[in-house]
């Protein structure tokens, strides 16, 4: 999820500080519960992070399944963000009102 930060500053920022405690957490939850499902494989491969992240589900544990559960995720995480995300564009906008209606 750290690409979904490029121009959304996380520092000093609690509302969106809040979700990327809680994503990751559930991540690794719903993983662990797969794995232990047997709803993907389990992952035996440590592979450089720089690898996309497509590529590295599947060859983690060279298992297809893994590929569609980590879509799954990231669009659980998209869901956990999004309430977030609005409250923090709403503060922003209400920022910029209040600075254009003092000019």
């Known amino acids: 999820m750290n690409r979904l930060f490029f121009g959304t500053p996380i520092c000093f920022n609690p509302i969106l500080g809040i979700p990327f405690l809680i994503a990751p957490i559930v991540n690794v939850i719903l993983t662990y ?3 232990n499902l047997h709803w993907i494989g389990m992952g035996y491969i440590v592979d450089p992070s720089f690898t996309p992240f497509f590529f590295q589900a599947y060859i983690s544990s060279m298992d297809w399944r893994n590929i569609v559960f980590e879509c799954l995720l990231i669009v659980i995480g998209i869901f956990i963000y999004l309430p977030f995300f609005k409250v923090a564009e709403k503060n922003e906008l ?4 209040v600075k254009v209606s003092e000019n």
């Open 94 to 97: 209400a920022k910029q009102n």
């Open 33 to 35: 519960v797969a794995q």
